[in-house]
T-cell receptor, first 116, second 111 residues
Framework: AQKITQTQPGMFVQEKEAVTLDCTYDTSDPSYGLFWYKQPSSGEMIFLIYQGSYDQQNATEGRYSLNFQKARKSANLVISASQLGDSAMYFC?????????????FGAGTRLFVKA | DADVTQTPRNRITKTGKRIMLECSQTKGHDRMYWYRQDPGLGLQLIYYSFDVKDINKGEISDGYSVSRQAQAKFSLSLESAIPNQTALYFCAAGQGGNEQFFGPGTRLTVL
């Protein structure tokens, strides 16, 4: 069964607007972590934000915030005030801390295009 | 300075050749990982290691082997490379459950 689902292969957003990238996950482990990574065309993987399953508040890092809805098993990434440099591939990932042995499972990714 | 470095950054080789990809990290992280990424897809875990004496298979370990020679070094080997191993390979390192720092990637082409 697919554990991380990103249903949007591609997204377009106007510069300076906010955009939400969807991610749903599936796990029976009560202890897990959720990650978002950015991969620009140069290929490197850049860590953006982390949310632990027991964290009470949604994670935020600058223009990035993670809309964590535990009951729905969703961990959407919100990018505020999009910039042209935000155009990249974005990956959602999950690590099951009890049963998964700290392996990180990645979704298929969403390609974001920011329009000027 | 980058926490995680990979060498080489690009490699073209022929079918049947033995290839080794090297990974080093400078922060003393216990955990190290090797992933591959195929064009247009997410990352798949090949092998991971929690310390020098610990090696674990990931989702797609067939055709690959690894060696954790020291805490700071984790190498990936393709004993007999085949064309469908053409991919972007990432090494990563981390200490706890919320950490995973990636290297810059190695682009491998098997002809």
């Amino acid at each position: 069964a697919q554990k991380i689902t990103q249903t949007q292969p591609g997204m377009f957003v106007q510069e300076k607007e906010a955009v939400t990238l969807d991610c749903t996950y599936d796990t029976s482990d009560p202890s897990y972590g959720l990650f978002w990574y950015k991969q620009p065309s140069s290929g490197e993987m850049i860590f953006l934000i982390y949310q632990g399953s027991y964290d009470q508040q949604n994670a935020t890092e600058g223009r990035y915030s993670l809309n964590f809805q535990k009951a729905r098993k969703s961990a959407n990434l919100v990018i505020s005030a999009s910039q042209l440099g935000d155009s990249a591939m974005y990956f959602c990932a999950m690590r099951e801390l009890n049963t998964g042995g700290f392996k990180t499972i990645f979704g298929a990714g969403t390609r974001l295009f920011v329009k000027a | 300075d980058a926490d995680v470095t990979q060498t080489p950054r690009n490699r073209i080789t022929k079918t049947g050749k033995r290839i080794m990809l090297e990974c080093s990290q400078t922060k003393g992280h216990d955990r190290m990982y090797w992933y591959r990424q195929d064009p247009g897809l997410g990352l798949q875990l090949i092998y991971y290691s929690f310390d020098v004496k610990d090696i674990n298979k990931g989702e797609i370990s067939d055709g690959y082997s690894v060696s954790r020679q020291a805490q700071a070094k984790f190498s990936l080997s393709l004993e007999s490379a085949i064309p469908n191993q053409t991919a972007l390979y990432f090494c990563a390192a981390g200490q706890g459950g919320n950490e995973q720092f990636f290297g810059p990637g190695t682009r491998l082409t098997v002809l």
